[in-house]
């Protein structure tokens, strides 16, 4: 959809378009009721709105979950209507640059929208609502009247954890969520029977956020998406320290961000609040008054011009009690955020100014990558699935990086030894490694955590291998000769789901 094409999208007219990925289309749209007002216009991509529809159903729910979110540090969300049968959204313009171009700067300049970042997680986590896609691009600094001001973005795939029906209803996987170098562990698999996700996990990705905010670079970097698997399982960070030229990081604020990045989340901070007093205090140790934070409270400073309003058809679509007064209208407040992208692709940061059809277009800063369209046809999707796996085997072969567990030392080696270059698709951890002639296993090697690659004397092994993310569980017979290398994969899942999990 193009906005030289459409005239008007319900009580918005579209001025230019914004980006564009496989769920919607974004547009700076001026409103018709107020043209000094700009918003940015989300309109569903394809056909007319079905309740059978997945895309359609996630884009209401979404509404449904953002319609009753207000806090300043989450872009704003105005209103939920249909046109044409399609629905769309209107929301807060941002003028601005994502929390990516912070990174590496000096951290007393930093810790400040650290803090706002935790306000806005706070109030998301008392609403019981996990964000899954938090990335530094997913975070816009703006200038504010207070100063610069972090707002989070990208929904697209957060979840209401109180709500019956869940975004798992409508993935083929239910897996690998979000970014790969933002994956939490229990985003990857690492939940008991019984346990679901909570506010832990998103904290999880902040702490790698954090991490690369303060360091200038990400703690973990990986070839592949696969690669990071075990990475977020086992690999401890390196040490955190502020780039060359910087001021050192205070020991508090390392101490504390290393603790958001535990595996265990149990042994993560136990609310945002013990973050924000540790920056606080580091701040605070430089002489600075008071900490600029407009989340602090999530009621002030919303003006009245931005309250808005529903029709009757908007308020149905909503889910809302239609009001049959005379006026046949609904007033309802600013809420908020909505994504600007689909739930894989990037952020758009949008421009903000006055509404005018021949103004100059003001400056916005461009996504980090192109939206790649996600509709695929089954067969493809197949085959570009199976490809992938052998392309993520060969991946683990080839580098030189690949973690190598040493030689265990419960057996004596019959020659040189030999290498086993094990992989598990999407990820799975060792059970256990078997001489089946002498019934003798490897304790050391038990728990590791594929891709591997196995230093292990010649001979017959036999290698239990479950799954990272369901109970499966496979074993392996191979023969290794002395000095040589051998290749082997197991794939818990299906070629047709591999490519949604690669993405």
């Known amino acids: 959809m193009s906005s030289t094409h459409v005239r008007s999208i319900g009580p918005y007219r579209p001025l230019r378009k914004l980006g564009e990925g496989g769920m919607g289309v974004v547009h700076c749209a001026q409103d018709a009721r107020n043209p000094d007002r700009l918003v940015a216009l989300k309109v569903l991509s394809g056909s007319a709105f079905s309740a059978a529809d997945d895309s359609a159903r996630r884009f209401l729910r979404e509404s449904r979950i953002l319609e009753n979110l207000r806090h300043p540090n989450i872009v704003s969300f105005y209103e939920v209507g249909l046109h044409d049968g399609r629905p769309y959204f209107a929301m807060e313009l941002l003028s601005g640059s994502p929390l990516t171009a912070y990174a590496g700067r000096r951290w007393p300049e930093t810790l400040p929208l650290l803090v706002q970042i935790c306000d806005g997680m706070e109030y998301l986590a008392s609403r019981s609502i996990l964000h899954r896609d938090l990335s530094p691009d997913n ?150 008054g008071e900490i600029p934070r407009p989340g602090l409270n999530p009621v002030a400073g919303v003006p009245d011009s931005l309250w808005t309003t529903k029709t009757k058809e908007t308020a149905g679509f909503a889910g809302d009690r239609i009001d049959d007064g005379p006026t046949g209208r609904v007033v309802t407040r600013v809420t908020a955020g909505m994504p600007m992208e689909d739930e894989t692709g990037p952020t758009v940061a949008i421009p903000t100014g006055r509404a005018s059809s021949e103004a100059t277009a003001p400056t916005f800063v461009s996504p980090s990558a192109p939206a790649q369209e996600r509709r695929r046809g089954p067969l493809f999707a197949a085959a570009a699935g199976a490809l992938a796996i052998m392309a993520v085997v060969g991946w683990l072969l080839l580098r030189p990086s690949a973690t190598t567990a040493p030689p265990s030392p419960e057996l004596s080696p019959g020659g040189p030894a030999a290498t086993l270059a094990l992989d598990a698709f999407p990820w799975g951890r060792i059970v256990s490694v078997r001489d089946p002639a002498t019934g003798r296993r490897l304790a050391s090697m038990e728990g590791l955590v594929t891709p591997r690659r196995l230093s292990l004397p010649p001979g017959r092994w036999e290698i239990a291998v479950a799954s990272g993310v369901g109970p499966d569980v496979r074993t392996l017979t191979v023969d290794l000769a002395p000095g040589s290398t051998r290749i082997e994969s197991v794939a818990f899942v299906t070629p047709e789901n591999a490519l949604p999990m690669l993405e």
Do not use: C
């Not at 994956?183 to 690369?212: C, K, M, N, V």
């Not at 200038?216 to 998406?225: K, M, T, W, Y």
């Not at 961000?257 to 609040?273: E, H, I």
């Open 139 to 288: 975070i816009f600094v703006v200038d504010g009247a207070a100063g610069p001001t972090a707002k989070i973005l990208d929904f697209g795939i957060a979840k209401d954890t109180t709500a019956e029906e869940t975004l798992h209803n409508f993935t083929k996987t239910g897996l690998l969520m979000g970014k790969p170098p933002y994956w939490s562990p229990e985003q990857i698999g690492t939940l008991e029977a019984g346990e679901t996700l909570d506010w832990r996990s998103d904290l999880y990705t902040l702490g790698i956020i954090f991490y690369r905010i303060l360091a200038g670079h990400p703690p973990f970097q990986a070839e592949s998406p696969v690669g990071y698997i075990p990475l977020h399982l086992d690999a401890t960070p390196p040490p955190l320290s502020a780039p060359d030229g910087n001021p050192a990081l205070p020991e508090d604020v390392v101490a504390i961000v290393l603790r958001m990045m535990s595996k265990r989340r149990a042994d993560r901070p136990q609310s945002y609040g013990e973050i924000v007093v540790t920056l606080e205090g580091a701040l605070r140790s430089l002489g600075a």
